[in-house]
């Protein structure tokens, strides 16, 4: 069974800078793509980026290109989610998710598994 936990969530002014981890364990780590969704309250849980399993693809929404970046670490079994400049419209619960049959997909209902979530807050 997958494990996903997620940490570096927090509280940052408009402008400054978050990095998010997800380590997994359980089984193996380059076996799987992995996505970074968001969720604002009252809203979908939306793609933000994901990376294929070698780590040479990745996909960006929109409204974080240029300004989130994803990566991951096969020695480490992680996968990160840098970002900066970073806007109110961004407070959310972000999670991270792993999925083994598309490759690099942004649809929700292609992870298998997913992380408990955490908190990333904006202020302005």
């Known amino acids: 069974q997958v494990q996903l936990v997620e940490s570096g969530g927090g509280l940052v002014q408009a402008g400054g800078s978050l990095r998010l981890s997800c380590a997994l364990s359980?089984?193996?780590?380059?076996?799987?793509?992995m996505g970074w969704f968001r969720q604002a309250p009252g809203k979908e849980r939306d793609i933000v980026a994901a990376?294929?399993?070698?780590?040479?693809?990745?996909y960006y929404a929109d409204s974080v290109k240029g300004r989130f970046t994803i990566a991951r670490d096969g020695a480490e079994n992680t996968v990160y989610l840098e970002m900066t400049s970073l806007k109110p419209e961004d407070t959310a619960v972000y999670y991270c998710?792993?999925?083994?049959?598309?490759?690099?997909?942004?649809?929700?209902?292609?992870?298998?598994?997913w992380g408990q979530g955490t908190q990333v807050t904006v202020s302005s």
């Open positions: 998710a792993a999925e083994s049959r598309v490759g690099l997909s942004r649809t929700v209902s292609d992870y298998d598994y």
């Open positions: 990376i294929n399993w070698s780590g040479d693809s990745t």
């Open positions: 359980g089984r193996t780590f380059v076996s799987y793509a």
